[in-house]
């Protein structure tokens, strides 16, 4: 089911659009007590069933066709980073900063962008690829990206400093995870998620983690990680993230 508007629809959600600030212009969440810092991306999209919120981000699970429901994560993180961006699509309505999308809408975004990531039998584990398809989506709306692809760290400090320099900035990111030796991230293998926050630890540690943990969008729910073990540097860990930049516009003052 693809989802269609009225001229008198698409009058509105123009004018609604205009309730969207220019993404240079977003801020990230970030509080701090007692030497913990939280911090998450201010406009990532939530969505809607029947009045309702059922996501945060999409799922793979809303496909309607079985093998898009099995293979297609890599289309859900891209459709995440899309609707945060802003390009190529509009919200339904806005809450507050927060970016609400019907349901069948997102399905609808979902879709297209399974067309651009469009999985082989071993599903979509090119992280090269992913920034190739999403780069050319983003050119056909019009929109100039800088792209940075980060992997290869030598210890878990590393990446999760990346991770936060990202999210103080306001960009969530890609992450794919191929192999990991952790129990507790073993069904989350050869799969694509976004990440849009982060906790640190402080003195002490944090859910058991001396460094904190990242919070991601998967299967359109929230969900924890925690930073030690999701990057830590050892062989058989395979984990690759990509960050997207929208090129800053220069406003001249009238």
């Given at each position: 089911?693809?989802?269609?508007?009225?001229?008198?629809?698409?009058?509105?959600?123009?004018?609604?659009?205009?309730?969207?600030?220019?993404?240079?212009?977003?801020?990230?969440?970030?509080?701090?007590?007692?030497?913990?810092?939280?911090?998450?991306?201010?406009?990532?999209?939530?969505?809607?069933?029947?009045?309702?919120?059922?996501?945060?981000?999409?799922?793979?699970?809303?496909?309607?066709?079985?093998?898009?429901?099995?293979?297609?994560?890599?289309?859900?993180?891209?459709?995440?980073?899309?609707?945060?961006?802003?390009?190529?699509?509009?919200?339904?309505?806005?809450?507050?900063?927060?970016?609400?999308?019907?349901?069948?809408?997102?399905?609808?975004?979902?879709?297209?962008?399974?067309?651009?990531?469009?999985?082989?039998?071993?599903?979509?584990?090119?992280?090269?690829?992913?920034?190739?398809?999403?780069?050319?989506?983003?050119?056909?709306?019009?929109?100039?990206?800088?792209?940075?692809?980060?992997?290869?760290?030598?210890?878990?400090e590393d990446a999760f400093r990346y991770v936060q320099t990202a999210i103080n900035e306001?960009?969530?990111?890609?992450?794919?995870?191929?192999?990991?030796?952790?129990?507790?991230?073993?069904?989350?293998?050869?799969?694509?998620?976004?990440?849009?926050?982060?906790?640190?630890?402080?003195?002490?540690?944090?859910?058991?983690?001396?460094?904190?943990?990242?919070?991601?969008?998967?299967?359109?729910?929230?969900?924890?990680?925690?930073?030690?073990?999701?990057?830590?540097?050892?062989?058989?860990?395979?984990?690759?993230?990509?960050?997207?930049r929208q090129k800053k516009t220069v406003r001249k003052e009238p």
């Amino acid at each position: 089911m693809l989802f269609y508007r009225s001229k008198h629809e698409e009058t509105e959600y123009a004018r609604r659009s205009l309730q969207v600030k220019p993404y240079e212009d977003r801020k990230p969440l970030i509080e701090e007590e007692d030497g913990k810092i939280h911090a998450e991306v201010r406009g990532f999209p939530e969505i809607e069933r029947e009045a309702s919120r059922c996501g945060y981000g999409g799922s793979q699970y809303w496909f309607r066709n079985k093998w898009s429901r099995l293979a297609g994560c890599a289309s859900v993180s891209a459709t995440n980073l899309i609707a945060f961006h802003g390009f190529g699509t509009q919200p339904d309505s806005m809450d507050g900063d927060i970016p609400v999308y019907e349901e069948e809408h997102y399905i609808e975004l979902q879709n297209r962008m399974f067309g651009y990531m469009r999985p082989g039998m071993r599903g979509f584990p090119y992280i090269e690829v992913y920034e190739q398809k999403f780069l050319e989506y983003a050119s056909t709306c019009g929109l100039q990206l800088n792209s940075e692809i980060y992997r290869g760290w030598k210890q878990a400090e590393d990446a999760f400093r990346y991770v936060q320099t990202a999210i103080n900035e306001n960009n969530p990111m890609a992450m794919l995870i191929l192999t990991h030796r952790a129990a507790e991230i073993e069904e989350d293998t050869w799969h694509w998620m976004t990440i849009t926050g982060y906790e640190t630890a402080g003195e002490e540690a944090l859910d058991g983690d001396r460094l904190g943990r990242v919070l991601i969008s998967n299967y359109g729910k929230r969900q924890w990680m925690r930073a030690s073990v999701l990057f830590e540097a050892v062989p058989g860990n395979d984990v690759k993230l990509i960050l997207f930049r929208q090129k800053k516009t220069v406003r001249k003052e009238p």
